[in-house]
Every structure is written in structure tokens, then in C-alpha cells.
């Protein structure tokens, strides 16, 4: 009987969670609203008017920018991705403040377009890390060696971008992404 029990919720845990968490992450940018317009967005929208400030204003150690375009198909699938990871540090319901501000640029627009080549923007979505000042009237250039800004290689789930920063961090972020799908 116990094990039963234990049998099922085992199966639980391991079939339909992950189906549930699944489904989640496919309705997000529905959820979210649509892109362009979304009202729970964790991750700040920067633009050539306020990304220096915003930037030099941040009080976290770290910032991830995401350069993007609000056309490309992509970055409309890795959105939920994102926002998933930003919503653990940035926001009221912020579990661990402080530590990233979790950025993006649309690179699409006209006016951002001097900011996205600047970062080299190549393709998109393009993730970059660094301390947040280091982005101010800042440059990034694949060839340069030494940078203080560097891209984000693996961070193509949010499991992955939160591994990429524990590693980054040296510490472990406890990834509550379950309980968070259930509040949001
Ligand atoms: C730039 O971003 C800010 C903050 O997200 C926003 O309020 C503002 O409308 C944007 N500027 C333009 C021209 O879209």
C-alpha cells in the first residue's frame, strides 16, 4: 500500500511534472502576453536612452544583456527561457536580488541599432555577461582577448543559463522554477 503510494508519486514526479513544467514554458509568451507588451516581465528593457544609466545605477555584481530582435522566431521561443531565469533575480518576487540584473536590447529598432554594433551583435538571441559598468560606453568584440564582458555560450533552456551563472557565481542558485509555475 505505502509503496504504492510511493510508486505514484514517484511517477508524478518524474512523468507529468516535467510535462507540466513543459507546457508552462510553451504558454509562456502567451501568458506573458505577447511580445512587445508584457506585463510580468522580469527582465528590464533597455534602449539607447537608458541603458548607461540603468547599467551604472545597478546595484548587482553581474548583468546579462540579451540583444534580440522582436521578429526572429528564436528569441520569441527562448523569451519564456529567459524571463524564467530573470524572474529568480530580478523583480518583487525576486528570490535572490542582488546578484544579476538580467537585461534586453531589441535590436530591431532603429534607434538601438549604434548599441547592437557596438556589442557586435551577429546574430540573435546574443547573450553577454559582465559587471554591469563594464557595459557603459562599452564595447564587446569577439576578438578581443581580454574582456571583462564575454557571451553567454550555454544558455539555451533556463536550466542551462542558471547552470552557466551558478558557474559563474560560485554558488549554487536553487532553481525553484516547480514552485514558481504555479505562482506565476
Ligand atoms: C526605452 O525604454 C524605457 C524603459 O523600458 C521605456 O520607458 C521607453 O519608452 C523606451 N524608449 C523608447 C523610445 O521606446
Redesign the pocket.
Known amino acids: 500500500m505505502l509503496a504504492n503510494k510511493f510508486h505514484r508519486l514517484l511517477v508524478f514526479v518524474l512523468l507529468v511534472l516535467p510535462v507540466l513544467e513543459a507546457s508552462v514554458i510553451s504558454l509562456g509568451p502567451r501568458h506573458l502576453g505577447g511580445h512587445g507588451i508584457y506585463p510580468l516581465e522580469a527582465s ?4 539607447i ?2 541603458f548607461d544609466a540603468v547599467l551604472t545605477d545597478s546595484p548587482t555584481t553581474y548583468a546579462i544583456v540579451e540583444f534580440f530582435a522582436h521578429w526572429c522566431p528564436a528569441c520569441r521561443n527562448y523569451k519564456p527561457h529567459y524571463e524564467k531565469v530573470a524572474r529568480l533575480f530580478n523583480g518583487p518576487e525576486a528570490v535572490h536580488p542582488g546578484i544579476v540584473l538580467m537585461a534586453h536590447v531589441d535590436c530591431a ?1 532603429k ?1 538601438n541599432s549604434d548599441l547592437c554594433d557596438q556589442f557586435s551583435v551577429r546574430h540573435y538571441p546574443m547573450l553577454l555577461w559582465g559587471p554591469p559598468t563594464k557595459f557603459v560606453s562599452g564595447k564587446w568584440d569577439s576578438k578581443q582577448e581580454k574582456n571583462e564582458i564575454q557571451p553567454i555560450d550555454d544558455g539555451r533552456t533556463a536550466e542551462r543559463l542558471l547552470n552557466w551563472i551558478n558557474n559563474k557565481i560560485g554558488r549554487q542558485v536553487i532553481n525553484p522554477f516547480p514552485l514558481f509555475l504555479i505562482v506565476t
Open positions: 528590464v528593457e533597455l534602449n536612452t537608458n529598432l534607434m
